[in-house]
């Protein structure tokens, strides 16, 4: 069989004029976009053409002829934008406060130029650590001969393989240490060939837990060592061989072990290592502060939590208001929030219920006001999807709270809420800002404040074009970007 005949790399030289949501330069060569990985606004820079396509182009930087002000030296060796490089950060050649002032610049463009909405005043942003912070984190483990052995560590950018990284920086130092002895043992276990990953999870205190994905049950020999890394790295061993829900503490002891404080409310929360947490402790805790602050809670408020999860907006609530209700769509999650807020001895003041809150409905507002004798406050952090079904009703209902508090970790959705809200039910933006949750990565978490107004008369041509555009690419699994 013919070799395929490999391409020849083509090099061009343009002036870099801003950056995309992914932390990309943008510029433009024969008429067209090119978003190239490395560059930085007002550099001028040759980039490598990694993919061409009718309206845009892929590039990587090759050499920066004239550098911006903002631009750093990265802190990780592994960190680039060339072949084998690491994928888990995209911006630490881009200065620290640079990164967080790019950030809030994306959500407010976002917010624009989807929903057609400004909020009335910015938010500070939120700071926190810049290293170190990732106190959860999915590795990929492969056994590749050609690289020695074993790797473990994050996909190599724009890759499936997985980076031969031997520390990191924005894992925590005690996992950060733990990636080469990682790699000795699995190198030792019968079946490492059929473990594809390691999800790590440190608690507040500290104290880690390694969940190995097995496919094959380990051998007594395999179980020796996986015990003995444990002990020695102090670290509690998990094994899940099927989905997350099968995930489970080889010593049964470890089973409650992890946990997360939050000391301004005197709570702490129990979770799992495969249970969704905040990767940044840190800035979870000042984030949880902002939010309750944001809302303006008087000890006599009903306030509701929607996508409550574990309870880390919901139990702090409950300290400082007459009664939460944390509504989630995982009954797992909900008989876990329950008695987290036995543990944490606001049961008379909490309750939970498990709801689909993608197809949450009139009805259920009008049953849940009835329930808890009228909601003073509502808190919404959704998932990636947003609250889009929960923003229609909240915008059409004459049973409204004083305010809402929305954080949001995807500015797309966050925009096309807030315009539903704003264009369909009058709610006012009064406050929106970005909290530096995933410090060198393009990822931004955002924090709006609404209060309502009077509803338009007639929708309005922004309402009816968003309607439009969720029409036309589905309430379940919306995306979107930024224009080009």
Not at 36 to 51: D, N, S, V
Not at 80 to 85: E, F
Not at 99 to 119: C, N, S, Y
Not at 304 to 320: I, R, S, V
Request: net charge neutral.
């Amino acid at each position: 069989m013919a070799r395929r005949k490999e391409k020849t790399p083509e090099y061009f030289t343009v002036e870099v004029e801003r950056l995309d949501q992914e932390g990309r330069g943008v510029a433009h060569h024969d008429g067209k976009v090119v978003f190239i990985q490395g560059a930085l606004p007002g550099e001028l820079c040759t980039y490598e053409r990694i993919r061409n396509k009718t309206s845009f182009e892929i590039g990587r930087v090759t050499k920066v002829h004239r550098e911006a002000g903002i631009r750093t030296k990265p802190a990780c060796p592994y960190f680039g934008h060339g072949p084998g490089s690491c994928g888990g950060c995209a911006m630490q050649h881009l200065e620290p406060r640079a990164q967080v002032a790019f950030k809030e610049r994306v959500m407010l463009d976002t917010l624009w130029h989807i929903g057609k909405v400004r909020p009335e005043n910015v938010i500070p942003p939120i700071y926190g650590p810049t290293w170190n912070y990732r106190h959860r984190a999915r590795l990929t483990v492969r056994d590749v001969a050609k690289k020695g052995g074993v790797l473990v560590g994050f996909h190599e950018k724009s890759s499936s393989y997985v980076a031969d990284m031997q520390c990191c920086k924005i894992l925590t130092k005690n996992v950060s240490d733990m990636l080469m002895p990682m790699r000795e043992l699995v190198s030792k276990l019968s079946i490492r060939q059929r473990m594809p990953q390691i999800e790590v999870a440190v608690g507040g205190d500290g104290r880690t837990a390694l969940v190995f994905r097995v496919l094959e049950t380990p051998s007594a020999e395999d179980m020796e060592l996986l015990l003995a890394f444990g002990r020695e790295h102090n670290a509690d061993i998990w094994l899940q061989p099927k989905g997350p829900e099968t995930a489970h503490a080889v010593l049964p002891k470890n089973e409650h072990a992890l946990g997360l404080a939050l000391p301004e409310f005197g709570v702490r929360i129990n979770f799992k290592p495969t249970d969704f947490t905040q990767v940044n402790h840190a800035l979870n805790e000042t984030m949880v502060g902002r939010a309750i602050r944001l809302l303006g809670l008087e000890p006599e408020h009903n306030v509701a939590d929607f996508f409550c999860g574990l309870g880390n907006f919901t139990l702090p609530l409950a300290t400082k208001s007459k009664r939460v209700i944390g509504i989630e769509g995982s009954e797992g999650l909900v008989a876990r929030a329950r008695q987290g807020a036995i543990d944490n001895g606001l049961a008379e003041k909490t309750d939970f219920v498990a709801r689909n809150l993608f197809t949450w409905c009139d009805e259920d507002w009008e049953a849940l006001w009835k329930r808890m004798g009228g909601i003073d406050r509502v808190l919404i952090d959704p998932p990636r999807e947003g609250a889009l079904a929960l923003s229609r009703v909240l915008a059409q209902t004459d049973k409204r709270p004083a305010r809402v508090v929305y954080v949001s970790c995807n500015p797309a959705t966050l925009a096309r809420d807030c315009a539903i809200l704003h264009h369909e039910g009058g709610w006012h933006i009064r406050a929106a800002g970005i909290m530096n949750m995933f410090p060198h990565t393009g990822h931004v978490e955002s924090i709006a404040v609404l209060e309502p107004g009077p509803k338009p008369e007639k929708k309005t041509d922004e309402a009816e074009a968003i309607e439009r555009r969720i029409a036309a690419q589905g309430d379940d699994d919306v995306k979107m970007n930024l224009p080009q």
